[in-house]
């Protein structure tokens, strides 16, 4: 499996989405509480961590061959990736000018990104990069 197969299917590990789900909320608390720096490192250091250990050692098998390895070819374009990133921008954007409403349609863009990419489809449904 190469590196652009393992980088694709590392992102449904239960540890990577465990990481940047807990990461996301943390983060936005302390942005909330202004606590930039912190918020940051909490942010990207842990996931990146994580990312590299996966990337470098996980076994990506079984997902490559399920239904949602499929829909990942298909869907998890890096403009849907663009996205699922401009997403937490938006949650972190909202949680340091505390704006609980920018918080929801962050995590709700993130959501449907999610839910694109891993619901069923047509299979000429592959979006342009």
């Not at 590196?3 to 990481?19: G, I, M, N, W």
């Not at 949602?68 to 298909?74: I, P, T």
């Not at 921008?89 to 694109?116: D, E, H, K, T």
Request: with cysteine.
């Amino acid at each position: 499996m190469d590196l652009q197969e393992r980088s694709l299917y590392h992102q449904v590990h239960p540890l990577k989405l465990a990481v940047d789900i807990g990461t996301a909320a943390i983060s936005l608390c302390l942005l909330w509480q202004r606590h930039l720096y912190v918020a940051l490192a909490v942010m990207w250091l842990p996931s990146i961590f994580v990312t590299a250990l996966l990337i470098r050692s996980g076994s990506f098998e079984k997902v490559r061959d399920s239904p949602v390895g499929e829909l990942l070819r298909r869907r998890m374009t890096h403009s849907v990736e663009a996205l699922r990133f401009g997403g937490l921008g938006i949650a972190a954007f909202g949680a340091w000018f505390r704006s609980a409403a920018a918080i929801v349609a962050g995590v709700l863009l993130i959501g449907a990104c999610w839910a694109w990419c891993l619901t069923t489809g047509s299979a000429n449904s592959r979006p342009a990069q």
